[in-house]
């Protein structure tokens, strides 16, 4: 398996920006989707974006055009730059990873994983 870390949050006004990291151990990341989720205390935990492992990229409705996902294989980190900010992002942000197959092409279901990070708070105030 893999073990995840993440940083990078904090708070920050409307229509600011922040860029979350994700710190990834194990030999086989570069085989592995990871992906963001994020979860407000009482709601169930969303998908915000993810690369699997052979590229492709997919973005929740609501973030796209403002977030952008990246992964460093040569460092292995995944990314989440995020900008344009509003108050409902604010959340606990929580990287994931798991094999293609165990993902099963459900990129941003947080069912799909099993490896999960402790999670970095973003707050975003108006």
């Known amino acids: 398996g893999v073990q995840l870390a993440e940083s990078g949050g904090g708070s920050v006004q409307a229509g600011g920006s922040l860029r979350l990291s994700c710190e990834v151990s194990?030999?086989?990341?570069?085989?592995?989707?990871i992906a963001w989720f994020r979860q407000v205390d009482g709601k169930e935990r969303e998908g915000v974006a993810s690369v699997e492992s052979f590229g492709r990229i997919t973005y929740a409705d609501s973030v796209k055009g403002r977030f952008t996902i990246s992964r460093d294989n040569a460092k292995k980190a995944l990314y989440l730059q995020m900008n344009d900010l509003k108050t409902e992002d604010s959340a606990m942000y929580y990287c994931?990873?798991?094999?293609?197959?165990?993902?099963?092409?459900?990129?941003?279901?947080?069912?799909?994983?099993?490896?999960w990070g402790q999670g970095t708070q973003v707050t975003v105030s108006s």
């Open positions: 994931a990873a798991d094999t293609p197959v165990v993902v099963g092409g459900m990129p941003l279901n947080p069912g799909a994983y099993h490896f």
């Open positions: 194990g030999d086989t990341y570069n085989t592995y989707d």
